[in-house]
């Protein structure tokens, strides 16, 4: 199919579509994240989730094999002490062992970590919750940045700015390759942020009821029943707001914060990784805090993420024909991204 966009996220990852699947925490794993590099897009397997050397580098593989000549990268958490360096390190170094390219890293700035990653050969996306910190990031030396606005599922920051702002914020002062991410589901999604001044979009959310995500059906079955007002915000007591599906456990969460406050040793039994996990292997989407986004709204069937993203590309050819019939007589050439 001929190339729809080509931004300077597409020459960065080398993918056909300005579309990136950010790291889903225990989901993105080598089925999903291949899958997502055979679409075109670019997917990252969460090494949180694999936390043993061994079975990361197992997964890696995997992916290669279901990849095949695609790109695709690893995500990795950034944290201050010892023992997280060590595992920081340590995961860099098996990257590079592995020859992957391509890291997306959260959390705090990678800029103690960047230096080993040149020597690795790795091109790092850092995402952040807020142009402050992207700015920041920039001022590191990262090879690209994606900001997530208010509506993300998972961790969009204290602000909670929407994407629209936070798009048109960041093209004034980011000159890296830059993504906007939060609330993205749909193809126009990909038109206006290029028109905005991004070169491409982080989906998250919306990629959650692929068939290649492992989780059991009946969770995915709740998401597709599931609109953009049935999220809430959750953990602003410990100023690390999460977004979540509105169910049961985030409700007793929001009920204990307001009881006790940021209470760590009170909240942490139900919003432990563990139990989310759990989760999604049950299919009991009452049991857990799931990280969810309002652009849930989108996840309207179970289908291969190829299939889903082949519906972004024709509905982000179906934005480009409605603005072509909108300016009239005026010639329209092919749109590019703005730092193309």
Known sequence: MEKLFTTRITELYGIRLPVVASGLMWLSNADYVGAAARAGIMGFITAASFPAPDDLRAEIRKCRRIAGDKPFGVNLAIAQGDRERDRIERVIGLLAEEGIRFIETFGQNPEPFLKQMRDAGLVVTHKVPAVRFARKVQAAGVDAVIVVGGESGGHPGMDIVGSMVQAAVAARDIKIPLVVSGGMGVGSHIVAALALGADGIGIGTRFLVAEE?????????????????????????????????????????????????????????????????????????????????????????????????????????????????????VGTPELQGAHA
């Open 213 to 329: 995500i492992w989780a059991h059906r009946n969770y995915k079955e709740r998401l597709v029943q599931t609109d953009e007002t049935q999220t809430m915000l959750i953990l602003q007591s410990l100023k690390k707001t999460r977004r979540a599906l509105a169910n049961e456990k985030a409700r007793v969460v929001r009920g204990l914060e307001r009881e006790h406050g940021p209470d760590i040793d009170i909240l942490f039994p139900h919003i432990s990784g563990k139990v989310g996990r759990a989760a999604y292997e049950s299919g009991d989407a009452e049991s857990a805090v799931l990280s969810c986004g309002q652009a849930v709204a989108f996840a309207d069937r179970i289908e291969p993420l190829a299939a889903i993203v082949a519906r972004l590309e024709a509905e982000a050819r179906a934005a480009l024909e409605r603005l072509d019939q909108l300016r009239g007589d």
